[in-house]
């Protein structure tokens, strides 16, 4: 079966290193992934899109990268600040849906 | 933009009675909205996905006549829980798509039932 696998152990990080998050997947062969932000209580946020035949892309401090042969993404955040403590969540298209990881919390201390 | 909104954002209700939560695309016509329902931590399931002018998809496991979903418009789509039991308690979040392949979430509904 489908299975989108995200660490579920927090990271914790300093303020101004490089935050690094894993999404791997089985069983899924996603025409793209997508990456949300999700703070307690509230709904995600879109962050970023990466297409199947794009190996990386970037948003300002925000970088994706996408290997279909590892089946794996890697979502980083340089010079992190403590406002981008959230949950990040990473998801899979499948057939017009979207299909989520359970994320990965992320704790930026100053 | 692709502002996303529900409501209300909380509910508490009595066992046996109905609640209905509004999702609205505030600045974009969303041709697709979901409906998720998400347990504390746990992934978002999705639940059904919605076509305006047409009846919606349900994911395996959702009682369609126990969560009823209308979207009227392409700006609106309700979700009414029907004769809710505290196991129907949760955060139920609402999601927008407009003509691309990101979502728009609304800030979800969190619902209890007494």
């Known amino acids: 079966s489908q299975k989108i696998e995200q660490n579920s152990e927090a990271l914790n990080i300093q303020e101004g290193k490089t935050a690094t998050l894993t999404c791997n997947y089985t069983?899924?062969?996603?025409?793209?992934l997508q990456w949300y932000r999700q703070d307690p209580g509230r709904g995600p946020v879109f962050l970023l899109l990466?297409?199947?035949?794009?190996k990386e892309k970037r948003k300002e401090r925000l970088k994706v990268t996408f290997d279909t042969t590892l089946k794996q993404s890697l979502f980083h955040i340089t010079a992190s600040q403590p406002a981008d403590s959230a949950t990040y969540l990473c998801a899979l298209e499948g057939y017009s849906t979207l299909t989520f990881g359970k994320g990965t919390m992320l704790l930026v201390s100053p | 933009g692709a502002v996303v909104s529900q409501h209300p954002s909380w509910v508490i209700c009595k066992s046996g009675t109905s609640v209905k939560i509004e999702c609205r695309s505030l600045?974009?016509?969303?041709?697709?909205m979901f409906w998720y329902r998400q347990f504390p931590k746990q992934s978002l399931m999705l639940m059904a996905t919605s076509n305006e002018g047409s009846k919606a998809t349900y994911e395996q496991g959702v009682e369609k006549d126990k969560f009823l979903i209308n979207h009227a418009s392409l700006t609106l789509s309700t979700l009414t829980v029907t004769s809710a039991h505290p196991e129907d308690s949760s955060f139920y979040i609402c999601?927008?798509?407009?003509?691309?392949?990101?979502?728009?979430f609304g800030p979800g509904t969190r619902l209890t039932v007494t």
């Open positions: 990466i297409r199947e035949n794009e």
């Open positions: 999601s927008a798509r407009p003509p691309t392949y990101e979502q728009y």
């Open positions: 600045d974009f016509q969303a041709t697709t």
């Open positions: 069983n899924y062969s996603p025409a793209y």
